[in-house]
């Protein structure tokens, strides 16, 4: 069964600083794909980027970028020039075969981002 | 667009009580999934449906635990004779299918349902 984990629970950065939120899976499948999920008090759960196993290159979004290394099984997130709304408990999950091509995710436990202004 | 909408937002129940909780997918989004996520932890996943029918229960906890899916959109989770531990938030995903299946189709989350058992 795949696992995810997130061995932050809490990180903190100084406004417009870079920080780095580490996530590690563990599956035995060659072609999957990565997420980072954003969950601001709202609860609502905000996609913020994802990765293609199969593409070597890391996938960027505005400033938010990943350190995808699939030998190592690893998948951070960096988000540059931090702002104030980018705290949030931040989630990295891994997409898991069902059925039938069909899918659901994997959760880490979440890693809480405090932004100091 | 809408996006998908969870009723109540918040439902404080007594134990041994019943309780639905309501998920309403975004139009077309054939792909519906309920997740859990208990006090300081992830989300656990439940159930997922395609269309009405539902491929993988696995997630659900006991057997208190059901949900259905009518005509393709609404769904509804039950829990019945709810215990303490049931308290958690409940989270609704809903995605297109594509060529490929799920598998490269965002969820698309909801902003849960609270609930609190006293």
């Not at chain 1, 780095?20 to 060659?30: A, G, I, K, P, R």
């Not at chain 1, 997420?35 to 994802?50: A, D, H």
């Not at chain 1, 931090?82 to 890693?111: E, H, N, P, V």
């Not at chain 2, 997630?59 to 989770?77: C, H, I």
Request: glycine share 8%; proline share 4%; charged share 20%.
């Amino acid at each position: 069964a795949q696992t995810v984990t997130q061995s932050q629970p809490e990180m903190s950065v100084q406004e417009a600083e870079t920080v780095t939120l580490s996530c590690t899976y563990d599956t035995s499948e060659s072609d999957y794909y990565l997420f980072w999920y954003k969950q601001p008090p709202s609860r609502q759960m905000i996609l913020v980027i994802r990765q293609e196993a199969y593409k070597q290159q890391n996938a960027t979004e505005n400033r938010f970028s990943v350190n995808f290394q699939k030998a190592a099984k690893s998948f951070s997130l960096k988000i540059s020039d931090s702002q104030l709304g980018d705290a949030a408990m931040y989630f990295c999950a891994y997409r898991s075969y069902i059925r039938d091509s069909s899918y659901k995710l994997i959760f880490g436990s979440g890693t809480r981002l405090l932004v100091r202004p | 667009g809408a996006g998908v909408s969870q009723s109540p937002s918040n439902k404080v129940t007594e134990k041994g009580k019943d309780v639905e909780l309501r998920c309403d997918p975004i139009s077309g989004h054939t792909a519906l999934y309920w997740y859990r996520q208990s006090l300081g932890q992830g989300l656990e996943f439940l159930i997922y449906f395609q269309g009405n029918s539902a491929p993988d229960k696995s997630g659900l906890p006991s057997d208190r635990f059901s949900a259905e899916r009518t005509g393709g959109s609404v769904s509804t989770l039950t829990i019945q004779r709810t215990q303490q531990e049931d308290s958690a938030v409940y989270l609704c995903a809903s995605s297109l299918v594509g060529r490929g299946g799920t598998g490269n189709q965002p969820q698309h989350f909801g902003d849960g349902t609270r609930l609190s058992i006293l």
